[in-house]
Nanobody, 116 residues
Framework: QVQIVESGGGLVQPGGSLRLSCAAS????????MNWYRQRPGNERELVAT????????NYADSVKGRFTISRDNAKNTVYLQMNSLKPEGTAVYYC?????????WGQGTQVTVSS
């Protein structure tokens, strides 16, 4: 049974940093690309970052390039999202996502609020 669980969200001031974690189980983690999405209030869910199986290929939304870093630890079945220089528009629920055997799997999300 596939499970993905995000953690690490919270309240942070503009310019601050947070690291999100996504712990996965129930599948061969190292064989699948992993993704972070976010949903800002009043907006559709949007792709933030993607990482390939070995972590060699990483892609980012233009809005976060240079500030966010996606990484993974295949020994721990965990993917991370390091978020630096956070802006108020970064306030959102952040989700971990993968496609496994043709099925979409989403975590429950973790709330990030950027506010002074």
């Amino acid at each position: 049974q596939v499970q993905i669980v995000e953690s690490g969200g919270g309240l942070v001031q503009p310019g601050g940093s947070l690291r999100l974690s996504c712990a996965a189980s129930g599948f061969s983690f190292s064989s699948y690309a992993m993704n972070w999405y976010r949903q800002r209030p009043g907006n559709e869910r949007e792709l933030v970052a993607t990482i390939s199986t070995a972590g060699l290929n990483r892609n980012y939304a233009d809005s976060v390039k240079g500030r966010f870093t996606i990484s993974r630890d295949n020994a721990k079945n965990t993917v991370y999202l390091q978020m630096n220089s956070l802006k108020p528009e970064g306030t959102a629920v952040y989700y971990c996502y993968l496609i496994y055997r043709g099925i979409d799997y989403w975590g429950q999300g973790t709330q990030v609020t950027v506010s002074s």
